[in-house]
């Protein structure tokens, strides 16, 4: 197991040097000088130009400004906002935990339905329930989430006024963050009212979130049971006279769930697309939003180190992904 | 007289093969609707000057916001209403039907392209070739797809050429995954070793000897990135970044529409209905398609 590890993480490095040579030349191929685009200023005089440049290291030659990068990234330094000069790690370990918040609970919404409602649909092939759920599960597979969104804040807000329109939490609430997760520091904070407040806030986002990888956890479960349950083991439990439950909840799923879990865990990066879309909608304070108004607002230093980071958290799930498969299937682990 | 009777056989085993696939391909309900819906969309598309009412741009500034014809207020001359500077809803979406396409039909062919041309060299030659092309490929994967397609937008400057651009780039890297692996399992089969024998040529052998028999996964993943090319653009747009105002593309209009939605229901309804209508359409056919092209799945 440890040399499979070790020859997974071994796997990463010539991806994660791919990941830092796009983010260190997404800021050269810009339209535009790039030490003026890094400095956020314009109109400077000669004297001040070379200033910057010399600051930046942009007055050396590239392959030293890619060294000069590499060397700033291993100290955790990301370079500054241009907008609130403050370091951008700060910026994005402060407004993580609530893109993870959202994608946790809309993960765990889709599996929680997308496994039963595709088992479920695998057992009774052919039935309305099959055919109902496949084809939401379709629909759902087809959804514009931005405009799924759109339509449950008039049908939900507007129309019954039940849940707010956007942001974490409502503004009489005010607490020191804790944890970062508005769910768990709202209840640390025995203000009443307040976990009911942060729930309200939550919901919409997080159905909208979940919305694709539901149905697409749905029907890979539903493939899986179906493949699973042709298989002679199954037939042999059946034959030895197992209870039905038993065959399927412990012989059939058990099989089936090693590809879901894999897909369960491919969907982290369509969940960091995602939520692009769906904290732009809802004014969720979440790394997506941070990422699309830092390029309207021409804030390249955060869109820089910004790519970077989603990029490399999205290669870590995967690897933990990989690993999980490799733990739950010693098939793959033997290889 | 043997060449002729082999010629016939040839148009015949095609006519065979195609008759086949639409056998199976028909058996799936979903997929001829979505076929259906498809070739309607196509036809608006085309026909969209002759069916459209009105100008999609033209602003009537007497009719700013009005409802569909079967609300109170609603008028009869603008069927599905008007937008927040008086433009007809309808002759919008209808023109909408052209972008959606166009931005389809693009993004796939370069994507499709680029992935084969990349996948094949990586497939046929091996090597340290492949490592490098495949790595390449992993870091393009490595961030999310509509992430990478907004800094690409970034770079290149926002608008539609570039945001197709874009989202075929961030695309391509599927194609050629599925064209190496394909072409690894093929590389190794007797009639490519005939072939090689008989003197074909490097560039022979990947294009007429192993391509043809790589193309049933490429012809699925095709339909499946279609489908995903009018929802990223429509994101893209619905972000600003993509087909920019006044074009009548369906996210823009939405993205226009954001601020109406509480008072004005149809002006966001319609357009999103549309991009769900027609991804729908060609999802319900890639379905078919990878029923009717994967054997595996016919025999069972």
Partial sequence: MLRFILKKLLYLVPTMFGITLVAFGFIRLLPGDPVLLMAGERGVSPERYAQIAAQLGYDKPIWQQYLHYIGNLLQGDLGNSLVTKKPVLNEFLA?????????????????????PVGVIAAIKRGSWFDQLSMTAAL?????PIFWWGLLLIILFSGVLGWTPVSGRISLMYFFPPVTGFMLIDSLLSGQKGAFASAVSHLILPSIVLATIPLAVIARQTRSAMLEVMGEDYVRTARAKGLSPRRVIGVHALRNA?????????LQIGVLMAGAILTETIFSWPGIGKWMI?????????????GLLLIAAIVMIVNLLVDLTYGLINPRIRHK | MTDTAVKISDAAIRRRMLKEFWFYFSQNRGAVIGLVVFAILVLTAIFAPLLAPHDPTHQYRDALLVPPFWQEGGRAEFLLGTDAVGRDMLSRLIYGAQYSLFIGIVVVSIALVGGI??????????????????RVMDVVLAFPSLLLALVLVAVLGPGLTNAMIAIAIVYQPHFARLTRAAVMGEKAREYVTAARVAGASNLRLMVKTILPNCLAPLIVQATLSFSSAVLDSAALGFLGMGAQPPASEW???????????LR????????GLAILVSV????????GLRDALDPKLKRS
Avoid: C, K
């Fill in chain 1, 293 to 305: 108004d830092s390029i309207s607002r021409r804030d390249y230093p955060v869109v820089q180190s």
């Fill in chain 2, 251 to 261: 996210g823009t209009m939405l993205a226009e529409a954001r601020e109406f939605i």
């Fill in chain 1, 95 to 115: 407004l993580f935990p609530a893109t993870v918040e959202l994608a946790l609970v809309a993960i765990i919404i889709a599996t929680a339905i997308g496994v």
């Fill in chain 1, 257 to 265: 769930m090693i590809p879901v879990v894999t897909t369960i865990g």
């Fill in chain 2, 117 to 134: 041309i990349i996948g094949l060299v990586a497939g046929f030659f091996g090597g340290w070739v492949d490592t490098v092309i495949m």
């Fill in chain 1, 139 to 143: 629909v759902g597979f087809s959804m």
């Fill in chain 2, 280 to 287: 729908l359409a060609i999802n319900l056919m890639g379905d």
């Fill in chain 2, 264 to 271: 004005a229901w149809w002006v966001v309804t319609f357009p």
